[in-house]
Nanobody, 121 residues
Framework: QVPLVESGGGLVQTGGSLRLSCQLS????????MGWFRQAPGKNREFVAA???????KYYADSVKGRFTISRDNAKKMYLQMNSLKREDTAVYYC???????????????WGQGTQVTVSS
């Protein structure tokens, strides 16, 4: 098991910024990539961003390109810097980790509990 805990969510006005963090614990030497997903009320969970461990390659959904930045500072902490936030970014944001496979797919091996991000006008 690889427990993940998100933090940094909250309420922000349109155009504002938030930085989400994801802390991993346990054994992480098998992790291939980490990602951020989000789920808005009444909608399916969707891919937001991902980063691979070996090469730090980054991937983004079209809806967040140029506004969100994924990063990590070691094997056990990952971030999502969210700028120019829009109302449609309102969702519960989840961090996840996987051992192999397509980084943009939902089939991650480990998931956090989620953190709420609310963007108001």
């Amino acid at each position: 098991q690889v427990p993940l805990v998100e933090s940094g969510g909250g309420l922000v006005q349109t155009g504002g910024s938030l930085r989400l963090s994801c802390q991993l614990s346990g054994r992480t030497n098998s992790i291939y990539a980490m990602g951020w997903f989000r789920q808005a009320p009444g909608k399916n969970r969707e891919f937001v961003a991902a980063i691979t461990y070996s090469t730090s390659s980054k991937y983004y959904a079209d809806s967040v390109k140029g506004r969100f930045t994924i990063s990590r500072d070691n094997a056990k902490k990952m971030y999502l810097q969210m700028n120019s936030l829009k109302r449609e970014d309102t969702a519960v944001y989840y961090c996840a980790a996987r051992n192999r496979g397509v980084v943009t797919a939902l089939s991650y091996d480990y998931w956090g509990q989620g953190t709420q991000v609310t963007v108001s006008s």
